[in-house]
């Protein structure tokens, strides 16, 4: 039989005899010979990609978007017409947002890149009968190797032996537990549950073992997620989409404009058809914003840079404002909404239950204590409790290398909340442990579901200390301690504890039990603690008490999730644990109510597409799901029209973190494999900067559409003199040339632009629903105001300004020029009133309906510096003899500043008298 036909349950499954023989290896492991020809057959042990990032591709495909390449075609046709100047500006401002992008994306991907480092760097196997280290990498398909507390595990792998083996296997399942592992065979609840199984990526955190390697690289169940999700398409971007569309609405106008100017030159004008469509050109450069991908892709930036100042990193700049319009975020438990650290919180004796706090012990509401240790000779029952789960347990905690740094756990979750418990009051671990020396240990199994150590008293005698499942410890206690003495446990007692345990179970809590016996010698008990047995010892147990524990919430993710539900955001559950645990965390949070509906793994299974679309309409929490169901619930949401972020950290996150139209990955906490899917990276792991980071990214989009609004009003003073030409036949030559007005496009306009992209939120952005799918960065508003209101204001005023100088020097008594002094200074007044028109727009576009007095009128130091740099270059252009002759300008009079100086101030005042009503009639 082909071993390549047998799934990993099957193999699990097989008698030793016939497994050793499926893979042709033995419990002397493989031969050097028989691992060098399988290594070269299967390859290395490593993750791979499935595709390289080509450099070259990433950086050209900033050169090939729509706007960019209606770019190249207008510098292209520009310098055929003879416009060389024209056509080089263009191409250059092309090249420079090209280059821009590119290094802005690069540097972003660069700060998220890193090794697979999930995989151990060695691994110890049986070679030719003896035990090696070998790099893991070479490891392979049959090859025998150990275990220990703390290796990372390096294949899919069965157990031939274990001795208290416990494993995490939340890169995988979500799971926050630790699963119990040994050699014989049980199938267990979910996928990756066999009992005698260990899978590439999981970490031992307890006990030893050796086991046989099934399936090795991509093969093994973290490779075939990783070929998932590297096989998913990269979905376009909401921001990129809409920017095609805009660019694709603005080129088309642009060209009919184009069309209809050409056509009307030749025939109202009677120009050649050379010079007419050098003409109509003009007309296309007027209305196509050059500057909308260099200030789009640099507010992008900005938003970037934001972001990462609030633990948010951004691989793709269009993800900044995808952020903005999520309405759905599905979300991972377990070190995502979690802590993904088992802490204790209740401490249940018969006579007494304790709240566990950050700082100690809550009873009735009052803190025993704060500073100072809790007396506990004034709580003996406590003590002991205590004591048992310190001493009761293999674990060790490891400071962190710097104050900072968190401590590294050499254990299982579970009894390292057990330490620090004791820790918590005061009670000193290594005195502890000198005074009451362990010298025996009945380690824990999953079938007993107990830990048993025995330790010498200070007084010499030695005592047994158990810990462990509560059912099974019941079974074999037959007293209980209750204020310090120990009595017969009744049937009452054991009603009373399981109650509370089942109260504890609803609240999504586990719970443990703490048991003691004295070692007195009788009912079987040996009288040399060397020779207990788990069948002489564990009997006759006195019951202590329960702790009682959970993987708390983050701390900051109830005002996180309160403004994801302001502002219309539903935050679906999506996570490998039980469905109880699942749903109290997301009702005690606040994600949804008691009535959610929990569908499980099995459940989704079974379900089709169009049941799952509407099941994730309503208040829904997924349990125990496998990796490849997390995507359905994010196409679920999508084909319901939803825009979906889906957060995570492990390798079972990964294909809904490509799927989702934004995949945010825990940067402390997640698997290389999450990172690499994920379009931003949690610096911090924190659920609250998501919030933060949508936040941000709906300020991007609301300052985006200030800056088109600011853009785009100038066109219509760019356009008016065209217009004035053509319909007076020529006769009023035109007051502004094609260079003038690139000169506002990629020079005047880009600073205050730029500043407008760093514009802060304004009030209530988060207390808005999510804007349609449907809306559009250019809406009729905006069109409105650009065209009808601001443009057409500076319009006037442009064109009053180039008749002003035509009147100073005899117009209309003398016909107007069409070159020589009077002419280039008519031109150089129409420019510098347009400017001096974006410098009021750039003030009023600050806002949508707030007063940018409300604000502070110099708040925005961006915006203002974009001023002075847009005057300075107009004097520039004016003062400086070349740039004249380029510009066809020239120096203006101390009368003339003083005009344009006037013009911003009443288009201010008008904007705040516009706002001021439009306020009103919100109210």
């Known amino acids: 039989m082909d071993k390549s036909r047998l799934t990993t349950d099957a193999l699990a499954k097989l008698p030793t005899d016939q497994f050793y023989q499926q893979l042709q290896t033995s419990q002397h492991g493989l031969s ?80 998220t890149d890193s090794l697979k480092e999930m995989l151990p760097t060695y691994t110890h196997v049986i070679r030719d009968g003896a035990t090696t280290q070998i790099n893991a990498t070479d490891l392979v398909p049959g090859d025998v190797f150990t275990i220990q507390a703390g290796n990372s595990i390096s294949a899919d792998a069965r157990i031939m032996q274990a001795t208290a083996l416990q494993v995490d296997e939340s890169a995988l399942t979500g799971e926050s537990l630790a699963v119990d592992k040994r050699a014989a065979y049980a199938k267990g609840d979910g996928k990756f549950a066999e009992s005698n199984v260990v899978y590439a990526g999981t970490v031992a955190v307890n006990g030893t073992a050796t086991a046989v390697a099934l399936q090795t690289g991509m093969q093994t169940e973290f490779g075939q997620i990783a070929t998932l999700t590297q096989h998913q398409k990269n979905t376009v971007s909401p921001l990129t ?124 509401g009052q803190l025993l204590y704060q500073q100072q240790p809790v007396d506990l000779t004034t709580a003996p029952d406590l003590a002991l409790l205590l004591r048992v789960a310190a001493l009761d347990n293999d674990t060790e905690i490891q400071p962190g290398k710097t104050p900072q740094a968190k401590p590294k756990i050499m254990g299982t979750p579970t009894e390292a909340a057990h330490l620090i418990l004791a820790q918590k009051s005061g009670l000193d671990l290594k005195q502890l442990a000198d ?3 362990r010298v025996q240990e009945l380690p824990f199994d999953s079938d007993r579901k107990r830990m048993t150590t025995i330790h010498t008293q200070p007084a010499g005698q030695p005592v047994i200390y158990v810990k462990g499942a509560l059912d099974g410890i019941l079974a074999i206690s037959d007293t209980i301690l209750e204020h310090g003495q120990r009595r017969p446990l009744t049937d009452a007692d054991i009603q009373r504890i399981n109650a509370a345990n089942q109260h504890y179970a609803g609240e999504g809590l586990r719970s443990m039990a703490i048991a003691t016996r004295a070692f ?32 708390p919430p983050r701390p900051e993710i109830y005002d996180a999730v309160a403004k994801c539900h302001r502002a219309n955001i539903r935050i679906i559950m999506v996570t ?32 089709s597409a169009t049941d799952l679309q509407a099941a994730v309409k309503g208040e829904v929490i997924f349990a125990r799901v496998a990796p490849e169901q997390k995507y359905r619930i994010v196409q679920a949401n999508q084909h319901n029209g939803e825009i979906v972020a889906s957060t995570g950290d492990g390798v079972n996150d990964a294909p809904a973190l490509k799927q989702a139209d934004i995949g945010i990955a825990m940067g402390v906490t997640g698997t290389d494999v999450a990172k690499d899917a994920a379009d931003m990276i949690l610096t911090d792991d924190n659920f609250a900067s998501i919030v933060a980071a949508i936040e941000e990214g709906r300020t991007v989009y609301s300052n985006l559409q200030k800056f088109l609004l600011y853009i785009l009003n100038s066109n219509v003073p760019e356009a008016v003199p065209s217009v004035l030409f053509l319909f007076s036949r020529g006769l009023i030559p035109l007051p502004l040339t094609v260079m003038q007005i690139l000169t506002v496009d990629l020079g005047t306009d880009m600073l205050p632009a730029l500043g407008l992209g760093a514009e802060k939120s304004e009030p209530g952005v988060m207390d808005q629903p999510p804007r349609a799918r449907n809306a559009h960065l250019l809406n009729k508003a905006i069109i409105w105001k650009a065209f009808g209101w601001y443009g057409l204001i500076a319009s006037i005023l442009s064109t009053v300004a180039y008749f002003f100088v035509n009147w100073l020097h005899g117009w209309p008594n003398v016909a107007l020029a069409g070159s020589g002094d009077t002419y280039i200074m008519a031109t150089t007044m129409t420019l510098a009133a347009i400017v001096f028109c974006q410098i009021a727009a750039a003030i009023n576009c600050r806002t949508k309906v707030n007063s940018v007095f409300s604000v ?68």
């Open 856 to 923: 502070g009128l110099f708040s925005n130091h961006h915006v203002w510096w974009g001023i002075i740099f847009e005057v300075g270059l107009l004097a520039a252009l004016m003062y400086i003899p070349v740039l004249q002759g380029l510009f066809n300008t020239t120096a203006i009079m101390g009368r003339d500043w003083l005009l344009l100086l006037s013009i911003p101030i009443p288009l201010v005042l008008i904007e705040e008298g516009r706002k001021a009503i439009v306020r009103q009639l919100n109210h």
């Open 520 to 551: 007195d010698g009788q009912a079987g008990l040996p009288s040399d603690p060397a020779d207990c047995t788990i069948e002489n010892t564990e009997q006759h147990l006195t019951f202590v008490g329960l702790t009682v524990m959970a993987d």
């Open 576 to 607: 490998g644990d039980s469905p109880l645990t699942a749903k109290s965390v997301a009702t005690k949070i606040g994600i949804t109510s008691d009535q959610a509906r929990v569908i499980t793994g099995d459940e989704l299974a079974a379900m």
């Open 241 to 364: 989409a809409e920017l095609d569309r805009l660019t694709r609405q603005i080129s088309l106008i642009a060209i009919l404009i184009g069309v209809i100017f050409f056509i009307a030159a030749i025939f109202f004008v009677h120009y050649p058809v050379a010079k007419s469509f050098v003409f109509a050109l003009g007309m296309i450069v007027a209305f196509i914003p050059e500057g909308l991908l260099p200030t789009v892709t640099l507010s992008l930036a900005q938003g970037v840079t934001r972001m990462s100042k609030k633990h948010a990193l951004v691989k793709e700049l269009s993800s900044v404002e995808t952020l903005g319009e999520t309405t759905v975020i599905c979300s991972d438990k377990t070190g995502t909404l979690t802590q993904n650290q088992m802490t204790i919180n209740h401490v249940w004796l018969p006579d007494q239950i304790y709240k566990v706090s950050g700082q100690g012990y809550v009873n009735n």
């Open 435 to 437: 005074r009451y020396p």
């Open 32 to 111: 050097s010979q028989q691992a060098a020809a399988l290594l070269t057959k299967v390859g290395p042990n490593t993750i791979q990609q499935t595709k390289s990032r080509s450099q070259l591709k990433a950086f050209l495909k900033n050169f090939t978007s729509l706007m960019a390449l209606l770019l190249w075609v207008s510098g292209f046709i520009a310098m055929f017409t003879g416009m060389i100047e024209l056509g080089i500006a263009i191409w250059a401002v092309n090249l420079i947002n090209g280059c821009f992008s590119f290094w802005q994306e690069h540097a972003a991907q660069k700060a």
